[in-house]
C-alpha cells in the first residue's frame, strides 16, 4: 500500500484519499468507473457518464500543519501515559470532497484524507490534472488505471518519496 498525490493505491486498486475500512467513506476508481463506499453512498458512476471529477477539501502541507501533527501525537502518547485507558480516543481525520460530474448534475462523495500533515501543492496539481485525464475517454481512462493498478502490485515499499511520488503522477499523465 502506498499514497502517492491524492491517491492511496493498495495492490491493484486505486482509491481517491485513504483506502476506507468497514463502513467508513472511500472513494474507489476502476475500469467500471468511480465507486463512492461506506454508509450512505455505496454508489457506482460508469466513466461513460462521468464529465468531470475533482477533489475539494484538501488539506494542503504547511510547517503549522505538520508541527500540529506531531504535537497532537506526542500530547495523546503522554495523556495515555499518565492516564491508560482514559484517553479520548483518535479522531477521525478530515474528509475530502470527490466532485463527479454527470449529465444529471454533480454528486458528491467523500474519503478521508490519507496524508496526516497534507498534501504538497505539486502533488495535488499533478493528482487533479491526472483525474481530469481519466474522464477524457475509456481509451485513455482504462490506459491510466491500468498503469497505476500494475505500479500497485508490483510495488513493495511504503509510500515512496516526495520526488519519486511527483515523477509517477506525471508519468501516469502520460
Known sequence: MAMVG???IAEGDVYVG???AGHAPGVRLADEGVTGLGDGQSQLYPWED???LTVAD?????LIRQVGT???MALETVKEIALPGMGGGIEAPPLLLVRVGTEGGERNLAAYVAASSGYPQSEVDLSLALLNRLTEGAAT???TLAAMAAWGRAWEGGT???SERE???RKWLG
Open 167 to 169: 515523477e509517477l503522477l
Open 160 to 162: 515512496p518519496r516526495r
Open 18 to 20: 485513504a483506502k476506507p
Open 6 to 8: 491524492l491517491f492511496w
Open 58 to 62: 484538501i488539506p494542503m502541507k504547511t
Open 70 to 72: 506531531v504535537t497532537g
Open 50 to 52: 462521468i464529465r468531470s
Open 141 to 143: 481512462m482504462e490506459t
